[in-house]
């Protein structure tokens, strides 16, 4: 789950990590208010869960009153890359001596978090990380050991941060792992990082993805909940009880056990297409599950070809069959399905569906049989 800038930021309040006081605005007057309370100058930000703001004009800097009301009424509804701006947060501006990086992340192939800090932040770290790898100094953090304050201390060093900088960057990156772990992110993300001509280091942006695994032990995320604006895809599947994720690609796929709606993307893949989802509906599936499912995958404009992968265990593959002519008879489903069933009572399965078998209706012996017909009716490799 992505959160807002200011809602980032209030989480790194919580760990102890140095932000701009101010507060977030819905409209003009709110903004006019907050910018008042918080103190001129001010900055004027658009809170829109995408980078690049400042270039696209989401973000101001007010002197007075006039200049807060005009940004103010700027931003609002300003469109960033397809997220019209509803909410603003206004903060007291900072003045700015250095622009830093700071991020934490996790490494899946070396099994460890991963920091990123650079002395040149502001400015997309994707570009520096081209341009200027050397600049980006590294570190990756064993889970068990943590990030002590010595360890923090070397790697500011190494980063080139201004000497000026790098106790309270230190500091502040011990607070930030904290934020990340502790907090159970998958991303925290400070760019930029700032020194101020008066000496003190404060984040000036935050991005920060909450891992959603971990929401069980954190009844506070509650707060953020309904901010999101969820995949609408994910949004109906959830209100159907299905274990559904969204994905980018044109296949879509049902299968029954988490392991093997896995193997069916991998096999999707291994014959050049891609998956539109990833859905597994469950050991013991019946009718109504299946034809839910087809539902929620036939709402989504970009499949092209529908991949139905059952092995039946506790799931019978004649009620399988049974779910699926029903949904045919529910729902006017716009893409050709491709059926492969075995398992408990295949036979079953099959002589249901014998008659019903067409070109938008096919029925393969084997996983890749399948998956070759379903890629191929897709439109090919992708
Ligand atoms: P992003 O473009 O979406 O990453 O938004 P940021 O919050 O990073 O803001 C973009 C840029 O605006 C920053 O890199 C700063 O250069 C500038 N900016 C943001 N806040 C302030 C501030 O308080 N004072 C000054 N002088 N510039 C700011
Ligand atoms: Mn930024």
Same mark, same amino acid.
């Given at each position: ?10 989480y ?9 006081k ?11 208010a907050?910018?008042?309370e918080?103190?001129?100058p001010?900055v004027?930000?658009?809170q ?6 400042g270039k ?7 002197d007075?009153?006039d ?5 103010a009424?700027?931003i ?11 909410r603003?947060?206004?903060e007291?501006?900072?003045d700015i ?7 934490f992340?996790?490494d899946?192939? %070396?099994?460890k978090? +991963?920091g990123? &800090?650079s002395?040149e932040g ?5 570009e520096? $990380?081209?341009t /200027? !790898?050397?600049?980006i ?6 889970p ?6 010595e360890v923090?201390?070397e790697?500011?060093?190494?980063a080139?941060?201004?000497e000026?900088?790098?106790e309270q %960057?230190?500091?502040? +990156?011990?607070? &930030?792992y904290a ?8 991303l $925290?993300e400070i /760019? !930029?990082l ?11 942006d935050?991005?920060v993805?909450l891992?959603?695994?971990a ?5 506070e995320?509650?707060?953020?909940a ?9 949004a109906?599947?959830k ?5 559904y994720i ?8 049902i299968?029954n056990?988490a ?5 069916t993307?991998?096999?999707v893949?291994?014959?050049g ?10 050991g013991?599936?019946?009718?109504d599950?299946?034809a839910a499912?087809?539902e929620v ?5 970009a ?13 019978r593959v004649?009620?399988v069959a ?8 529910r729902?006017d ?5 491709v059926?492969?069933?075995?398992g408990?009572?295949?036979?079953a399965?099959?002589?249901?569906l014998?008659s ?5 209706l096919v029925a393969?012996p084997?996983?890749l049989d ?8 897709a439109?090919?490799q992708?």
């Amino acid at each position: 789950m992505d959160l807002f800038e200011y809602q980032g930021k209030q989480y790194f309040a919580r760990f102890g990590i140095p932000i701009s006081k101010g507060g977030v605005a819905d409209t003009v007057d709110q903004a006019v208010a907050q910018a008042e309370e918080s103190g001129y100058p001010v900055v004027i930000k658009a809170q829109v869960k995408v980078g690049g703001r400042g270039k696209a004009g989401g973000v101001k800097l007010a002197d007075n009153v006039d200049e807060a009301r005009m940004h103010a009424g700027n931003i609002l509804g300003l469109d960033i890359k397809g997220h019209v701006v509803k909410r603003l947060w206004v903060e007291h501006a900072s003045d700015i001596a250095k622009e830093y990086y700071a991020s934490f992340t996790l490494d899946r192939s %070396a099994k460890k978090h +991963l920091g990123m &800090l650079s002395a040149e932040g502001g400015v997309e770290i994707e570009e520096v $990380a081209v341009t /200027n !790898p050397d600049a980006i100094a590294l570190i990756h953090i064993d889970p068990v050991d943590g990030l002590s304050l010595e360890v923090a201390q070397e790697w500011v060093a190494r980063a080139n941060l201004d000497e000026e900088a790098r106790e309270q %960057a230190a500091e502040l +990156l011990v607070k &930030l792992y904290a934020c990340y772990t502790e907090g159970d992110c998958d991303l $925290a993300e400070i /760019n !930029p990082l700032i020194l101020t001509p008066e000496g003190k280091v404060h984040a000036l942006d935050a991005k920060v993805t909450l891992d959603a695994n971990a929401e069980y032990r954190h009844p506070e995320w509650d707060e953020f909940a309904g901010s999101d604006v969820e995949d609408e895809r994910e949004a109906m599947a959830k209100e159907r009880g299905l274990n559904y994720i969204g994905l980018s690609g044109s296949v879509g796929i049902i299968a029954n056990g988490a392991g093997l709606a896995m193997s069916t993307l991998d096999v999707v893949n291994q014959c050049g297409g891609s998956a539109a989802n990833f859905l597994d509906i469950g050991g013991g599936a019946n009718a109504d599950v299946m034809a839910a499912a087809l539902e929620v995958i036939n709402s989504d404009p970009a499949v092209k070809s529908i991949f139905v992968n059952i092995f039946g265990g506790i799931t019978r593959v004649d009620e399988v069959a049974k779910g699926v002519l029903e949904a045919l008879s529910r729902v006017d489903i716009t893409s050709p399905i491709v059926l492969r069933l075995d398992g408990t009572n295949a036979v079953a399965g099959r002589e249901i569906l014998a008659s019903h078998l067409s070109d938008r209706l096919v029925a393969e012996p084997t996983m890749l049989d399948a998956a070759r017909k379903a890629v191929a009716l897709a439109g090919g490799q992708s």
